[in-house]
């Protein structure tokens, strides 16, 4: 049973083939499995992406459409901001791709664990496609990084964000000049990707020389000097897309990242109490300030921290943060660095004792209900707009912080109610077209009672076990006020229908169910 809980902590959700695999096999060579995913080796997601047409609005016109976009370089997505014809809503496809492919991943695939992984960074490293529309166009491009290096070296990663499109557009860097440097970027680096906002010491330090440690250039955190002059290490971080070079000409327009000398501010700098001296070699300032920051132990606090409140539980003990700093540290330079400390944190003790202590974000419930439904999921619009009323945002939150991760945040009774109508209407409802399952046709002939019923979905929901409680009502509800052990009796085929979409609902919406 251990192992089942334990997998069940590193899914999407448990689905029959998935917990006959565990019982083979066991934990150990499952999460050996997941920590090491083959692409080409994932045949039920590969025949949905390959198979599936999503449905989307072009101005006022229905449009049915296979993915294009997904794995088109920088030059063909960029070639979009050329064609005057273009519309907004189709600039926009992009990034609708790789939210639907979002979805089908994280319900279909078999590398689970890299799925949850990919929402962890995507989250950690926040862009918002409705700031700039270069956003939404190169988003692809962003997502294949993160999933590139997702478990890979963290410092690697690290450039891999700050180079790409996305990021240089959303927090600005793709317009930072010497005198003065956009600071937007150089800041959230700091605060949300590296360090952390426990790091950040003004209040306590004015001068860089008052941190302590930062005399032997091991500053204990960061002061707003040290944001300033990371900005001016990172003049010059552009993209080619076309624009004014302010020099006579034009950038290129492929979309690729670019260094652009005449924006890049030469002068001597001094980030975390180490000097740069004037005149560097192109690229080398802001390499220099990622080694400082993906090297500094506030870092390796604060991303492990993270990893482990993802993982297992709100709270995560310091002994698990400790076992995952010193993973971290060790394998600094290691290619598979966030690999192996994700192995440390989930084969740790303290992993065995949270089994069924995190709280699942709606997007992992949701996703989650789909899979014990075994429905197909088609995506379209409508998504967007019922997913959005949960307040979890995939590439659309409008703070870079991203997500929380805190059943406090999420448990509040709006977020609450919201999550419950949004798995009433998708599991109860059919205009919204988007998922296709058949609850009659899945549920045994010979299960007659409201009890016997009740159980076989139970347990394609809860399949590690459930209470008499939450069985006795939602029996009760399928036999609307008959005995739950004599067989049910329904007006129609309709009626059928609805008490036990509506009866499967209940049992998503139920406590259990929003845990792992």
């Not at 979409?501 to 845990?515: D, G, K, R, T």
Request: glycine content about 4%; some cysteine.
């Amino acid at each position: 049973m251990l192992d089942l809980l334990l997998a069940q902590k590193i899914t999407y959700g448990l689905t029959p083939d998935l917990i006959e695999k565990v019982k083979k096999i066991g934990f150990s060579a499952f999460l050996e499995e997941q920590l090491a995913p083959k692409e080409d080796d994932d045949k039920i997601y590969l025949q949905k992406i390959q198979t599936t047409q999503y449905s989307v609005e072009i101005g006022k016109k229905k449009e049915t459409r296979s993915f294009s976009y997904l794995k088109q370089s920088a030059n063909e997505l960029f070639d979009k901001l050329n064609q005057e014809k273009v519309t907004y809503e189709a600039k926009n496809l992009p990034a609708f791709e790789v939210y639907a492919d979002t979805w089908l991943r994280a319900i279909y695939s078999n590398w689970q664990l890299k799925e949850m992984l990919m929402d962890f960074w995507h989250n950690h490293f926040t862009v918002n496609i409705q700031a700039d529309i270069r956003i939404s166009i190169s988003l692809p491009l962003y997502d294949t990084t993160i999933r590139k290096h997702c478990l890979g070296n963290f410092r690697t990663l690290l450039e891999k964000v700050a180079q790409s499109p996305a990021m240089l557009y959303y927090l600005d860097n793709y317009n930072s000049k010497a005198s003065p440097a956009n600071e937007n970027y150089a800041r959230e680096l700091f605060e949300l990707h590296t360090l952390g906002a426990e790091s950040y010491l003004n209040h306590l330090y004015n001068r860089w020389k008052e941190v302590p440690n930062a005399l032997v250039e091991k500053p204990i955190g960061y002061i707003d000097e040290d944001v300033y002059e990371a900005a001016r290490s990172f003049t010059g971080w552009t993209v080619n897309d076309g624009r004014d070079n302010e020099k006579g000409g034009k950038f290129t327009n492929d979309g690729a990242f670019f260094y652009y000398e005449a924006w890049h501010d030469n002068y001597q700098k001094r980030v975390l109490g180490v000097e740069f001296p004037p005149n560097q070699p192109p690229l080398a300032d802001g390499l220099k300030v990622l080694d400082l920051l993906a090297n500094h132990p506030a870092t390796a606090k604060f991303i492990c921290t993270k990893l482990c409140r993802r993982f297992v539980t709100d709270e995560p003990p310091i002994s698990l943060i400790n076992k995952a700093i010193e993973a971290w540290t060790k394998n600094i330079n290691h290619p598979e660095q966030i690999k192996l400390v994700l192995k440390t944190i989930l084969t740790s003790d303290e992993m065995k004792q949270a089994v069924g202590q995190k709280s699942k974000r709606p997007f992992e419930l949701l996703v989650s209900a789909i899979r014990a439904l075994q429905a197909t999921l088609t995506p379209n619009q409508n998504l967007l707009y019922l997913f959005a009323s949960t307040g979890q945002h995939l590439f659309t939150n409008p703070f870079p912080k991203g997500n929380p991760d805190t059943a406090q945040y999420w448990h509040n009774p709006n977020f609450l109610l919201a999550r419950w109508n949004m798995l009433m209407t998708l599991i109860g409802e059919d205009w919204h077209r988007l998922l296709d399952f058949d609850v009659i046709k899945q549920t045994p002939n010979h299960l007659l009672t409201a009890r016997q019923i009740t159980e076989f979905w139970l347990n394609r929901f809860l399949p590690l076990g459930n209470n008499e409680k939450i069985k006795e009502k939602c029996a009760n509800f399928l036999a609307q006020g008959g005995d739950i052990d004599d067989e049910v009796t329904y007006y129609n085929e309709g009626e059928r229908k609805h008490r036990l979409v509506n009866m499967v609902a209940l049992i998503a919406m139920s406590p259990e169910f929003q845990m792992r």
